[in-house]
């Protein structure tokens, strides 16, 4: 089984679990999905009412994490999106070991900067031990939409 399949079976067993209902998707590593991965974090984060401010910056986090997997990962991508104790988590997993690094990227580069960004809007950025997960964390403002 992929760590993406098994990251979706754990995250569904969880997520009947949260209080506030999250999700998880599973898709081929194609580039078109990054704007529905975008657009479903989007709504997500509007259902929950979170501020406006910080829906921009964890959505803008969450399509450079995917971009990252579907990029440089390898086989099926996995989404996790909850909403802990007050705390977004974004959870992204590929079959790729070799955990995701923020790197400096030259100013013409077109290129380079998504870790640098997700890890810049985040509280904080994991690595899971076996490297096929990042998750991002994020505290909200309080600042209403």
Known sequence: ??????????????????PIPGFAATFPPFSSRVSEMRRRTASRLR???????DAEDI??????????????????VCLVLRQVAGEIRVEVTDGNPQPA????????????RGMFLATHFARRVEVSD?????????SL?????
Do not use: C
């Open 101 to 112: 690094m923020a790197k400096n990227a030259d100013p013409e580069d077109t290129s380079g």
């Open 1 to 18: 089984m992929s760590p993406a399949t098994t990251a979706l079976l754990s995250a569904a067993a969880d997520l009947r679990l949260d």
């Open 47 to 53: 259902t929950w009412k979170i501020p406006q401010r």
């Open 59 to 76: 959505t803008l986090a969450v399509s450079e994490l995917v971009t990252n997997s579907v990029v440089h990962g390898k086989g099926a």
């Open 141 to 145: 403002s309080g600042r209403q939409q």
């Open 130 to 138: 076996d490297g096929y997960t990042t998750t991002a964390i994020f």
